[in-house]
């Protein structure tokens, strides 16, 4: 199985930086795509950032223009950079992982999540 840990979040102010990381360990054979999802108090969660084996990225459009997701092969780790936050962008966010061993059969491995609290 896949374990992840994220780390990075934290109290800023409006229109600030933080840097998210999500260190990935155990079996990586089958994963085809990284992705950082958040989940603001009451509301459903979203998917803000995904990335595949392939380099390939998305991003919510709520966030482009002011995040970036990126990979650290090296040394197993997923970023989520984030710039000019907004006070909706508060919550928690989750990395996810998600592992195909065969054809239409996935398996979704999570973090504990990291609280992002953007100050008005």
């Known amino acids: 199985q896949v374990q992840l840990v994220e780390s990075g979040g934290g109290l800023v102010q409006a229109g600030g930086s933080l840097r998210l990381s999500c260190a990935a360990s155990?079996?990586?054979?089958?994963?085809?795509?990284m992705a950082w999802y958040r989940q603001a108090p009451g509301k459903q969660r979203e998917l803000v950032a995904r990335?595949?084996?392939?380099?390939?990225?998305n991003l919510a459009d709520s966030v482009k223009g002011r995040f970036t997701i990126s990979r650290d092969n090296a040394k197993n780790t997923v970023y989520l950079q984030m710039n000019s936050l907004k006070p909706e962008d508060t919550g928690i966010y989750y990395c996810?992982?998600?592992?195909?061993?065969?054809?239409?059969?996935?398996?979704?491995?999570w973090g504990q999540g990291t609280q992002v609290t953007v100050s008005t």
């Open positions: 996810n992982a998600v592992r195909t061993p065969w054809p239409n059969t996935n398996y979704d491995y």
């Open positions: 155990g079996s990586m054979l089958g994963v085809i795509a």
């Open positions: 990335i595949t084996t392939g380099g390939t990225t």
